[in-house]
């Protein structure tokens, strides 16, 4: 009966860490993630910023073979 009492008291103890360093672990991301929410990621760019993106029309056989030959 004292090796069952024994065995409980260990689990109990495992749960109360793990509750504690999960508890631990969820509040360090909710802190985190608000301080990269106070970010403003969509500002226009500063300086003398040039946009470097030149969509190409192609037609669908292009794009397809396109997609087959890098797996994009």
Not at 7 to 23: G, W, Y
Not at 51 to 70: A, H, N
Request: proline share 4%; charged share 25%.
């Amino acid at each position: 009966m004292s090796n069952l009492r024994a065995h409980l008291q260990d689990l109990t103890k495992v749960m109360i860490v793990f509750t504690i360093c999960t508890c631990v672990f969820y509040f360090a991301l909710r802190i985190v993630h608000y301080e990269y929410e106070r970010q403003h990621r969509y500002d226009p760019p500063k300086g003398a910023a040039v946009k470097v993106y030149q969509p190409v029309e192609l037609d669908w056989t292009e794009r397809l073979s396109m997609f087959f030959r890098l797996g994009e």
